[in-house]
C-alpha cells in the first residue's frame, strides 16, 4: 500500500513560518504531481497547492499565492510546502496527496478527488 506521511506541523505565531514535508514509503514520489490540502474544524478539505513529477510547475491557490511555495526533492523522496507569513485563517490539518497523473490539471488539481493516495496529516495552528 502507498503510503504518505506529512510532518512539520506546530504552533506558530501570526506573521511566523513553517515547512511541512510530504515523505513516501513504499513507492517514488517521482512518478507522480503531488499536491496538498488542507481542512479547517467544520470545514471542507480545500486544495492549496500542487507541483508536478519533475517540480517544472505548480499551482496555489489564491488564499496563499505569495506566501506558500512548493517544492519537491525527488532524490529524498520528499514534497514540502513553505509556509510564510502565517495568518490565523491557515490554522488547519494539513494533508498530502498523490495523483494519478505526472501533472497538476488546472482544471481538477485543487478537487481532492483527483488524488488517490493521501497521508493522515500534520497540525498547523496559527495563534498568538
Known amino acids: 500500500q502507498l503510503q504518505l506521511v506529512e510532518s512539520g506541523g506546530g504552533l506558530v505565531q501570526p506573521g511566523g513560518s513553517l515547512r511541512l514535508s510530504c515523505a513516501a514509503s513504499?513507492?517514488?514520489?517521482?512518478?507522480?504531481?503531488i499536491g496538498w490540502f488542507r481542512q479547517a474544524p467544520g470545514k471542507e478539505r480545500e486544495g492549496v497547492s500542487c507541483i508536478s513529477n519533475s517540480g517544472g510547475s505548480t499551482n496555489y491557490a489564491d488564499f496563499v499565492k505569495g506566501r506558500f511555495t512548493i517544492s519537491r526533492d525527488n532524490a529524498n523522496n520528499t514534497v514540502y510546502l513553505q509556509m510564510n507569513n502565517l495568518k490565523s485563517e491557515d490554522t488547519a490539518a494539513y494533508y498530502c496527496?498523490?495523483?494519478?497523473?505526472?501533472?497538476?490539471?488546472?482544471?481538477?488539481?485543487?478537487?481532492?478527488?483527483?488524488?488517490?493516495?493521501w497521508g493522515q496529516g500534520t497540525h498547523v495552528t496559527v495563534s498568538s
Open positions: 513504499r513507492f517514488t514520489l517521482a512518478y507522480y504531481a
Open positions: 496527496a498523490a495523483a494519478s497523473s505526472s501533472v497538476c490539471s488546472g482544471s481538477s488539481w485543487y478537487r481532492a478527488i483527483w488524488y488517490n493516495n
